[in-house]
């Protein structure tokens, strides 16, 4: 596709940055990777997730002061920068206090879900998007990835819904429509990376490895978030190497409990993830995208929460390890 069709698919004429032709992981590697190799660590993100209530100008304005070096933005419903609502000036805007306070927008953050979604509603949303507006949303998450992240534009992360218990009925047809995704971003230049989630059809690396497989796709590739896969008893190592040559992008939470009752927390407070090894680990696989915190609705939700407190105590938590 010709420079000046891409710029079209995008943004219906909306003039966006992007880098050649390159997948992700290559065009981060030549536009932002630098400050990660040189440190030797990867980029301690964190996700305007955490900070729903606060104006994003604002949060930005924070993360940046706490002393994250990248960030997160949520484009789901119920955060000012829900894709609808951002205009030209807004976009702009962003962009610039981005750059300006020496931050990467790393990942932009939806919810499009495969096949049968069902568990964002246990987690506080009714996030039920058909097969259209998964597509619509894939490209409105894409537009922004590329305005708002001229250079290496943001990957988008998701979880892709599902139920575990279907696995077996819904996999063919999970890996079907992801196809048709993987058709729809290439010429967006913008990668999906799949998150693994409990409860969901993807909640084992092997089922996310599969779901890669049969898509075979540089667009499509691994989210990681282990406090997922620790709710049934995995290790770090055991989930983290199978998909580490696939993994753009990672979530960092604690949790504890089972699959069937179970509670996130702001990561370093269970003392149930050795993220010392974690770090090592990231350091054995050449890991070099974002280590972003995610503040899990469960905590945000709860009577009394600051969204900036909570940005800077997982801060000192994370930063011994990742920053």
């Known amino acids: 596709m010709r420079r000046r069709d891409l710029i079209g698919t995008l ?4 003039a966006v940055a992007l880098v050649g032709d390159l ?6 590697s030549e536009a932002r ?6 440190s030797g660590k990867p980029l301690l993100a964190f996700s305007s997730y955490g900070m729903r209530k606060i104006p994003v100008r604002e949060a930005i304005d924070h993360i940046a002061k706490i002393g994250y070096k990248a960030l997160e933005l949520t484009l789901l419903p119920g955060w000012d920068t829900e894709p609808k609502l951002l205009t030209r000036t807004d976009r702009a805007e962003i962009r610039k206090r981005i750059a300006d306070l020496g931050l990467a927008l790393t990942s932009v953050q939806e919810s499009v879900q495969l096949a049968e979604p069902n568990t964002m509603v246990s987690l506080g949303f009714n996030i039920n998007y058909n097969q259209r507006e998964n597509l619509e949303h894939l490209r409105a998450a894409a537009e922004v990835a590329h305005e708002l992240s001229p250079g290496a534009p943001a990957v988008i992360e998701s979880p892709v819904g599902g139920r575990s218990a279907a696995w077996e009925e819904t996999r063919r047809q999970m890996a079907d429509e992801l196809g048709v995704w993987a058709k729809t971003l290439e010429p967006l ?13 993807l909640d084992r690396p092997e089922k996310v490895l599969w779901m890669l497989d049969q898509v075979k796709s540089p667009w499509i590739q691994n989210g990681y978030d282990y406090s997922h896969y ?3 008893g995995l290790s770090l190592r055991e989930t983290l190497l ?15 409990g089972t699959p069937e009752k179970f509670r996130f927390l702001l990561p370093g407070d269970s003392g149930l993830i050795d993220y010392k090894e974690y770090a090592r680990i990231l350091g054995e696989i050449g890991y070099r995208g974002p280590v972003t915190v995610e503040v899990s609705v469960q905590v945000s939700n709860q009577p009394g929460y ?12 994370m930063a011994p390890f990742f920053a």
């Open 11 to 14: 943004a219906g004429g909306t």
């Open 23 to 28: 997948p992700f992981a290559e065009a981060q």
């Open 33 to 38: 990777g630098g400050r990660a190799a040189q």
């Open 189 to 201: 230049k913008t990668v999906l990376a799949i998150k693994g989630f409990v409860g969901n059809a």
């Open 230 to 232: 620790r709710l049934l």
């Open 242 to 256: 199978p998909v580490g040559s696939r993994t753009v992008f990672i979530h960092v939470k604690d949790s504890t």
């Open 306 to 317: 600051d969204g900036v407190a909570a940005a800077r105590h997982s801060f000192d938590n």
